[in-house]
């Protein structure tokens, strides 16, 4: 089993940064895919961006391309999503997760989530 715990929310002005970090138990890390999803009030949850066991390999939502970075440390088993230029419309609950595949955008394909952390962007 993993736990994950997520770090670095907080509240923010349009145009600012936050940097969300997410630190994992377990000395498997390396081997996972990680994934961030956020969750607005009153909508589903959805993909972010995630990132191949290797670091390699990237994908992300096209609301956040451009502006949001997704890298890891496997060393710090701890993944991080750099968020610049956030907008009103981040605003959500950020969450990572666990895929134990090559990083689908479908958060039923994940299989242990954090708590999650509040980013609110003011305008």
Known sequence: QVQLVESGGGL????????????????TFRMYTMGWFRQAPGKEREFVAAIRSSGGITHYADSVKGRFTISRDNAKNTVYLQMNSLQPEDTAVYYCAVDYGLGSSSAYEYDYWGQ?????VSS
């Open 116 to 120: 999650g952390t509040q980013v609110t």
């Open 12 to 27: 923010v002005q349009a145009g600012g940064s936050l940097r969300l970090s997410c630190a994992a138990s377990g000395r």
